[in-house]
Nanobody, 126 residues
Framework: QLQLVESGGGLVQPGGSLRLSCAAS????????ISWFRQAPGKEREGVSC????????DYADSVKGRFTISRDSAKNTVYLQMNSLKPEDTAIYYC???????????????????WGQGTQVTVSS
């Protein structure tokens, strides 16, 4: 019953936008550090963005700063990743993860996270 479900991925042209959703069932996201990761074919998983459980402060990888925005809707128990000005190099499977080791954004080490979503595919291509 404890589950994270991602949605919102798809095919988009360069310069386009997508909004990814990470919905929690069985636990309250407000009590967890939430991060988005992505993994492109043949590459290692990398941290993309993080939102703290303490004050809602956010962190972004340099590659997405100014283009991506992470947010939390407590009433819907959902975290979003708004992705604008998408580039082909953003193509990857995107995962959300919830962790309780820290309550503010630090690194993106796997040990920090307790729950992972199944991933949603984002493809940026013309």
């Amino acid at each position: 019953q404890l589950q994270l479900v991602e949605s919102g991925g798809g095919l988009v042209q360069p310069g386009g936008s997508l909004r990814l959703s990470c919905a929690a069932s069985g636990f309250t996201l407000d009590h967890y550090l939430i991060s988005w990761f992505r993994q492109a074919p043949g590459k290692e998983r990398e941290g993309v963005s993080c939102i703290s459980s303490s004050d809602g402060s956010a962190d972004y990888a340099d590659s997405v700063k100014g283009r991506f925005t992470i947010s939390r809707d407590s009433a819907k128990n959902t975290v979003y990743l708004q992705m604008n000005s998408l580039k082909p190099e953003d193509t990857a499977i995107y995962y959300c993860a919830a962790g309780s080791v820290f309550n503010t954004c630090s690194g993106y080490a796997p040990y920090e996270y307790d729950y992972w979503g199944q991933g949603t595919q984002v493809t940026v291509s013309s």
